[in-house]
């Protein structure tokens, strides 16, 4: 079982940086492969940026990449987005996410997420 707790949103200026944070419990955290989704008002959620728990390759939606990067510190349970170079359409709330134990599966599948962050709201004035 994995507890998710996100943190770093914020209100922030078109071409700005913001750092995300989420927090897992457990000793089996770097067995976990990690995602970050965000979904905005009146929208349906979408896939941001992951990382998986073996191999370390990291994925992202084209909407974000050369923009965001996804990190993992599994010493401190714990996974970051950072953000730069922010533009108004990323305003939305961003969760962190988590797959099941030792599982690999299609990253930016919602549906092989088991775990979920409360999500933490990121705003983006222009």
């Known amino acids: 079982q994995v507890q998710l707790v996100e943190s770093g949103g914020g209100l922030v200026q078109a071409g700005g940086s913001l750092r995300l944070s989420c927090a897992a419990s457990?000793?089996?955290?770097?067995?976990?492969?990690m995602g970050w989704f965000r979904q905005a008002p009146g929208k349906e959620r979408e896939f941001v940026a992951a990382?998986?728990?073996?191999?370390?390759?990291?994925y992202y939606a084209d909407s974000v990449k050369g923009r965001f990067t996804i990190s993992r510190d599994n010493a401190k349970n714990t996974v970051h987005l950072q953000m730069n170079s922010l533009k108004s359409e990323d305003t939305a709330v961003y969760s962190c996410?988590?797959?099941?134990?030792?599982?690999?599966?299609?990253?930016?599948?919602?549906?092989?997420?088991?775990?979920w962050g409360q999500g933490t709201q990121v705003t983006v004035s222009s």
């Open positions: 457990g000793r089996t955290f770097s067995r976990y492969t």
């Open positions: 990382i998986s728990w073996n191999d370390g390759n990291t």
């Open positions: 996410a988590a797959q099941g134990f030792g599982s690999s599966f299609t990253v930016a599948t919602m549906a092989n997420y088991h775990y």
